[in-house]
């Protein structure tokens, strides 16, 4: 069964049932069967402008139930979705759409893309136009045959050396991580999850619509997070999903109570690691205990705390029950037990490997088991504590920023000798992205013009939120800078402790 046809099938058992309803939507609340009737003639519409079974289709675009429905159609296509981040400059765009080779790219502007006028067609969820093309399908496709191998989704992930990496997510993939989250997490028809994150992360596209999509359930849609949307809409909600800064944000809010709360059934936290300050603080406001795990782009989510049981903070909670995990050595070792490693993983949840980039995905796997690149703990019980990061990346507010791109940017900068970037605590975003600069102080513009031009190339959440200039980096004897020291000298500039 493909992830089309499982959804498609919840879908059907209960057709009147609200699917989207909130502030996200044009109009009032769509049902499921009508969700799944319009992605039918969006599905033909897909095909008419040429998109086949394995092609790719990226999308770039605000938040909406039209983006909803184009996932879906693309699905019942065959195709393949590839979601983009919509702070993404054009100049970071171009990388995406040269390595992604789509037959469509829905664009907030496509006219600023001339060059790719021949290469695939171009439209825009920005105004209706595109919306009533694809309405205008005279009848629906019918789902097209998917396996569990045939790639269902792209998502681009950030590394920290090279540019982004294509993690391939096949129909298995995905299907089984959803299957396993809606069990574990008990979800219930009458569930109303309250969605404010982006779609197009693993976090809301995939973790949060599908547990929701299989049951089925109602999702309460709305543009983005703000503690006061979000506090009116508790009453009538019973699962809320977000990221650290979601809860930083919702305890300055004095509306936060427990009777504020008392409706809902469940709390999730993740895409970047929860303060157990933020935990314990939570807990004392609203009596309710967030649930924190943990995942990546290349295999959804991998550990759980529990739905019943113990959700200690500072922890992300055991394997899910469809994998396994493993601490190795860099040398591939074995660990000790109570010691730090590496964290492995398998499972059917975990992807095939990145797109067009056959050396990374080689260097990525040991055998079956894939390397998360994430330093982790794993106690008696088979608890697991994330202690830090195998390499540099920086994850702010629970988005990916690799270092390497922001600093070849800041290089080309007028009066920047060289750079480093790094992450260092934040009591909002998690970690708040820095950069250390050695200067020609005779050319250089200033720290606001830098800024600028780092803004004019990169999208919002990688630029730095300070710049720090230094006579010259540390370096070991081989010449490499010591990031570890400059994160050491710097982790208190924004009065947040170090994560453990």
């Known amino acids: ?91 970071e765009m171009r990388y995406f759409l040269d390595d992604a080779e789509p037959t469509l790219a829905v664009l907030p502007e496509p006219g600023a893309f001339p060059e790719w006028a021949d290469r695939c067609v171009l ?93 089925p359930s109602e999702v309460r849609f709305l543009p983005r997070f703000s503690p006061e949307a979000v506090l009116a809409e508790l009453p009538t909600a019973t699962v809320y999903m977000g990221v650290p800064t979601h809860y930083v944000r919702l305890l300055d809010a004095p509306g936060l109570s427990r009777e504020a709360s008392e409706g809902m059934r469940l709390w999730v936290s993740g895409s970047a690691p929860l303060r157990p300050e933020t935990h314990e603080a939570f807990q004392a406001r609203t009596g309710q205990a967030i649930l924190e795990r943990y995942g990546m782009s290349e295999a959804g989510m991998i ?40 964290l492995e993983i398998q499972g059917p ?36 504590t994330i202690v830090g990061r195998h390499k540099d990346l920086v994850i702010s507010g629970g988005l990916n920023v690799y270092p390497r791109e922001v600093e070849s940017v800041l290089d080309t900068l007028p009066g920047v000798v060289e750079s480093a970037v790094i992450g260092v605590p934040h009591r909002d975003f998690g970690e708040a992205v820095v950069a250390v600069l050695v200067l020609d102080e005779a050319r250089y513009p200033g720290d606001e013009a830098t800024l600028e031009g780092l803004r004019e190339q990169l999208a919002a959440f990688k630029v ?37």
Request: glycine share 10%.
């Open 1 to 91: 069964m493909s992830l089309y046809e499982a959804l498609s099938a919840a879908a059907a058992q209960r057709p009147a049932q609200i699917a989207l309803s909130g502030d996200a939507l044009a109009g009032p609340g769509i049902t499921y069967g009508a969700l799944h009737e319009r992605a039918g003639r969006w599905a033909a519409g897909l095909a008419a402008l040429g998109v086949q079974p394995g092609d790719r289709v990226v999308v770039q675009a605000e938040k909406s139930a039209e983006v909803v429905v184009l996932y879906l159609a693309t699905l019942r296509a065959g195709a393949v979705y590839v979601p983009l981040n919509t702070a993404y400059t054009p100049r």
């Open 303 to 342: 550990t759980s705390n529990p739905l019943h049981g113990e959700r200690r903070p500072g922890t992300v909670g055991f394997a899910l029950p469809e994998g396994a995990l493993r601490l190795r050595s860099e040398a591939g070792e074995p660990v000790p037990d109570g010691g730090v490693g590496v």
């Open 349 to 384: 949840n975990v992807f095939s490997g990145y797109w067009k980039q056959p050396d990374k995905t080689a260097e990525s796997f040991r055998g079956s088991w894939f390397i998360t690149g994430d330093m982790a703990q794993i106690d008696e019980t088979g608890r697991v």
């Open 464 to 500: 730095p939120k300070a710049l720090f200039a230094m006579a010259e980096l540390p370096r070991n004897t081989m010449g490499k800078v010591q990031k570890h020291a400059l994160r050491s000298q710097f982790e208190a500039i924004f009065g947040a402790e170090a994560t453990p």
């Open 123 to 215: 439209r825009s969820l920005a105004t209706p136009a595109f919306a009533e093309e694809l309405d205008q399908a005279p009848a629906p496709l019918a789902p097209v045959p998917r396996e569990a191998k045939d790639l269902a989704a792209i998502l681009y992930t950030s590394g920290t050396t090279g540019r982004s990496k294509g993690a391939m997510l096949s129909h298995g993939n995905l299907l089984s991580n959803a299957r396993t989250l809606r069990s574990l997490w008990g979800w219930q028809r009458d569930d109303v999850l309250l969605h404010t994150l982006p779609i197009y992360h693993v976090h809301g596209l995939f973790v949060a619509l599908h547990c929701a999509m299989l049951e």
